[in-house]
């Protein structure tokens, strides 16, 4: 079993940055790919970027290429998303979660959640 807790949402104005962090506890996070997702109000959960179990590869949603980075430090256990040049329909819940595969932009793939943190831009 793997414990996931994100942190790092808050209120930004549109055009700044934001890190997202997902600390993880449990069983080995370097066994897994790790990916990033938000819901908005209303919307159904939309896949934002994955990374590879060693970080090597990564990938990212067209609405985010270029203004967000996925990254992960096996060492601490933690995955980030740094999100900059950020705009008003950034707005969100952003979960983290992990994947057996190698990398995935399904959802259905992902076999551990963690309890989303809000991020709000304001424009």
């Known amino acids: 079993q793997v414990q996931l807790v994100e942190s790092g949402g808050g209120l930004v104005q549109a055009g700044g940055p934001l890190r997202l962090s997902c600390a993880a506890s449990g069983r080995a996070f370097s066994s897994y790919a790790m990916g990033w997702f938000r819901q908005a109000s209303g919307k159904e959960r939309e896949f934002v970027a994955t990374i590879s179990r060693t970080g090597r590869n990564t990938y990212q949603a067209d609405a985010v290429k270029g203004r967000f980075t996925i990254s992960r430090d096996n060492v601490k256990n933690t995955g980030y998303l740094q999100m900059n040049n950020l705009k008003p329909e950034d707005t969100a819940v952003y979960y983290c979660?992990?994947?057996?595969?190698?990398?995935?932009?399904?959802?259905?793939?992902?076999?551990?959640w963690g309890q989303g943190t809000q991020v709000t831009v304001s424009s």
């Open positions: 979660a992990l994947s057996p595969l190698v990398t995935s932009e399904r959802n259905t793939e992902y076999i551990y």
